[in-house]
């Protein structure tokens, strides 16, 4: 084969082989395809596409270019979930403990932050003490002995995806609804678990901004996981603004206990729950929605998914002390609250200039080996269609830095608008495929 005539090929609107495509990420990965032809292969599939059969391809051969997890001596079926990426989005941190307390094993590995959307691993990491890197042994052991593990994604796991996905970013080619559904479902299929349910996030603080690219990037990843054995669904869920009022690492492991407790926002509360009927229904549960909407929230008042919780902690090195005592997550030198000067209704509060916000007081990343705070952040007292009054708090700043403080608030300024006429948010779930 040669990488030229393949890049006409798909230049010119021709589908690639399952071979063509193998000798691509192959050659790619080995060093024996250069940056440049590659970067020409991915320009012709931004405006070419891709279909199925070759997006299946795609990923099969980026989750087989590096080490695959096998799950199978850990007894059950293993349920996974992913988030496409969103503000102040904090649903595994729940939703895993839930599924685990009901009888599944969530054998989970996450991503850090990157650009303005939040890490599952950089909110466990502002737990004192806890793990985020196990070996594959500890990793299966702790699954089989509690029911739940989470872990950040190894180096040998789908190096086709790292080296392809760095390309794209400089690339221009990010934007690509095959390329983004090859990316997430190597990742996932190479993680090994037997169900596999997307939270696809649509609105100014998600990537997909339009619900018509929403459902079909959401349609193409259950095609890819059904096509590959695993059994699929995709909760298309909206993001205008941020899902529950913390945003922050440490401040969303606040956040998240306090639903586990049963407390908390309402919106991140009903996320979850349709997440884990949704979970419990492909997983071959027979009763029907309502009934499984009360084993979600009995998980929840009893107390059992918050103790799965405790045992993650505990079993990954942290302290579970925080689920008591929120003091190690509250570690800002400063708390500032900021009040309204006038009365009405929020009329919007853009997702995506929250995040900016918050990336503006230290807690986002915007290259892979950025540092970032742990423990700065906001939290929202309002959220869109409640009335505010005169001199009301609206939100509150955690922070460490004067000066990143005060060009933080600058940005807030523009994420809220206050009018005189109340609005409905959109609805939070927009769709389920499966």
């Given at each position: 084969?040669?990488?030229?005539?393949?890049?006409?090929?798909?230049?010119?609107?021709?589908?690639?082989?399952?071979?063509?495509?193998?000798?691509?990420?192959?050659?790619?990965?080995?060093?024996?395809?250069?940056?440049?032809?590659?970067?020409?292969?991915?320009?012709?599939?931004?405006?070419?596409?891709?279909n199925i059969q070759e997006i299946v391809s795609l990923t099969k051969e980026m989750a087989f270019s590096g080490k695959v997890l096998d799950l199978s001596n850990i007894p059950g079926i293993k349920i996974d979930k992913?988030?496409?990426?969103?503000?102040?989005?904090?649903?595994?941190?729940?939703?895993?403990?839930?599924?685990?307390?009901?009888?599944?094993?969530?054998?989970?590995m996450s991503g850090r932050s990157l650009g303005h959307t939040g890490g599952t691993i950089d909110k466990l990491e502002s737990i004192p003490g806890f793990r985020t890197y196990l070996s594959d042994n500890e990793f299966i052991s702790q699954v089989k002995e509690i029911g739940i593990a989470i872990v950040g994604q190894t180096e040998n796991l789908v190096p086709a995806d790292k080296k392809i996905y760095a390309l794209r970013d400089v690339t221009g080619t990010v934007d690509s609804i095959p390329l983004i559904a090859s990316s997430v479902m190597s990742k996932k299929i190479a993680g090994g678990s037997d169900v596999i349910v997307l939270d696809v996030k649509v609105g100014k603080g998600a990537f997909m901004k339009d619900i018509n690219s929403a459902k079909e990037l959401a349609k193409i990843m259950v095609e890819i996981g059904k096509n590959m054995g695993r059994k699929m669904a995709a909760?298309?869920?909206?993001?205008?603004?941020?899902?529950?009022?913390?945003?922050?690492?440490?401040?969303?492991?606040?956040?998240?206990?306090?639903?586990?407790?049963?407390?908390?926002?309402?919106?991140?509360?009903?996320?979850?729950?349709?997440?884990?009927i949704v979970a419990l229904k492909i997983a071959g549960e027979k009763e029907n929605d309502e009934i499984l909407r009360e084993k979600v929230k009995s998980s929840l008042l009893s107390g059992k998914a918050l103790n799965k919780f405790r045992d993650l902690i505990i079993y990954q090195g942290g302290d579970p002390?925080?689920?008591?005592?929120?003091?190690?997550?509250?570690?800002?030198?400063?708390?500032?609250?900021?009040?309204?000067?006038?009365?009405?209704?929020?009329?919007?509060?853009?997702?995506?200039?929250?995040?900016?916000?918050?990336?503006?007081?230290?807690a986002g990343r915007t290259k892979k080996d950025d540092k970032i705070d742990l423990y700065v952040g906001l939290k929202l007292h309002k959220k869109i269609g409640d009335r505010v009054a005169k001199n009301e708090p609206i939100v509150t700043f955690y922070a460490n830095d004067a000066e990143k403080l005060r060009r933080a608030q600058e940005i807030f300024k523009d994420a809220i608008k206050i009018g005189p006429h109340r609005r409905d948010p959109l609805p939070l779930i927009l769709d389920i495929i499966m």
């Open positions: 084969m040669n990488m030229v005539d393949l890049i006409i090929k798909k230049r010119d609107g021709y589908p690639l082989t399952d071979e063509e495509i193998s000798y691509i990420v192959n050659g790619y990965v080995k060093g024996e395809i250069p940056d440049y032809q590659m970067s020409a292969l991915l320009m012709a599939i931004y405006f070419r596409g891709m992913h988030s496409t990426g969103g503000v102040g989005d904090k649903t595994t941190l729940v939703f895993a403990p839930i599924i685990a307390s009901l009888g599944y094993s969530v054998a989970k909760v298309i869920s909206q993001m205008d603004q941020p899902l529950g009022n913390a945003v922050g690492n440490s401040l969303e492991v606040l956040e998240a206990i306090e639903v586990l407790k049963g407390r908390g926002p309402s919106d991140l509360i009903e996320l979850v729950t349709v997440l884990s002390k925080i689920i008591d005592d929120y003091s190690p997550l509250l570690k800002a030198k400063v708390q500032k609250e900021i009040y309204t000067l006038e009365e009405g209704y929020i009329e919007e509060l853009d997702a995506y200039k929250v995040a900016q916000t918050v990336m503006t007081l230290g």
